[in-house]
T-cell receptor
Framework: QQQVKQSPQSLIVQKGGIPIINCAYE??????FPWYQQFPGKGPALLIA?????SEKKEGRFTISFNKSAKQFSLHIMDSQPGDSATYFC???????????FGGGTRLMVKP | DGGITQSPKYLFRKEGQNVTLSCEQN?????MYWYRQDPGQGLRLIYY???????QKGDIAEGYSVSREKKESFPLTVTSAQKNPTAFYLC???????????FGPGTRLLVL
């Protein structure tokens, strides 16, 4: 019930492509869904977050889509650049719970 | 200059030795966390603390110990009981336990 399943594990796209990373969850009590970006040898940094009262949120080239009925949310990166090459983690937290649950991560490579 | 600092950046442990990883934050956050990340893997929670003088075990607490004597500090000790300590250790903090976590730069622990 606490799991967040993330796919794919790795992804390779050409510059300018739109990589899509998906996450699915079971626990309907989750109500906060952040995405983190991690470069090699660095700590993860918050990229963008969404709450279930909206279906989409955009920040620059990054967009989260949220499907409450399907219990899924996804990250889209528009006009991807080689500098976007990193590992991306989705996460979720429970309304009455006490911490974030992380997905397994997706290693993205954007080729020049 | 607010943030989370971890030291050292690299740490070497000899067989049978206990080592302590430092984590300090000046964000006035109540909650602090320790995660372990193995190569190509996601984040696994070791310990967390929601308030001073209180902490809870995470998913992989065996072989580790923590203390939370001050709000800004949450050191992690890797004991000799942890048989496979080689990993990247990440400290994080958040305003409260279900809000956005901010990560430090990490400490890479290697066994000699």
């Amino acid at each position: 019930q606490q799991q967040v399943k993330q796919s794919p594990q790795s992804l390779i796209v050409q510059k300018g492509g739109i990589p899509i990373i998906n996450c699915a969850y079971e626990n309907t009590a989750f109500d906060y869904f952040p995405w983190y970006q991690q470069f090699p040898g660095k700590g993860p940094a918050l990229l963008i977050a969404i709450r279930p009262d909206v279906s989409e949120k955009k920040e620059g080239r990054f967009t989260i889509s949220f499907n409450k009925s399907a219990k899924q949310f996804s990250l889209h990166i528009m006009d991807s650049q080689p500098g976007d090459s990193a590992t991306y983690f989705c996460a979720a937290s429970i309304r009455a719970g006490n911490m974030l649950t992380f997905g397994g991560g997706t290693r993205l490579m954007v080729k020049p | 200059d607010g943030g989370i600092t971890q030291s050292p950046k690299y740490l070497f442990r000899k067989e049978g030795q206990n080592v302590t990883l430092s984590c300090e934050q000046n964000l006035n956050h109540d909650a602090m966390y320790w995660y372990r990340q193995d190569p190509g893997q996601g984040l696994r929670l070791i310990y967390y603390s929601q308030i001073v003088n209180d902490f809870q075990k995470g998913d992989i607490a065996e072989g580790y110990s923590v203390s939370r004597e001050k709000k800004e500090s949450f050191p992690l000790t890797v004991t000799s009981a942890q048989k496979n300590p080689t990993a990247f250790y990440l400290c994080a903090s958040s305003i409260s336990a279900r809000e956005t976590q901010y990560f430090g730069p990490g400490t890479r622990l290697l066994v000699l």
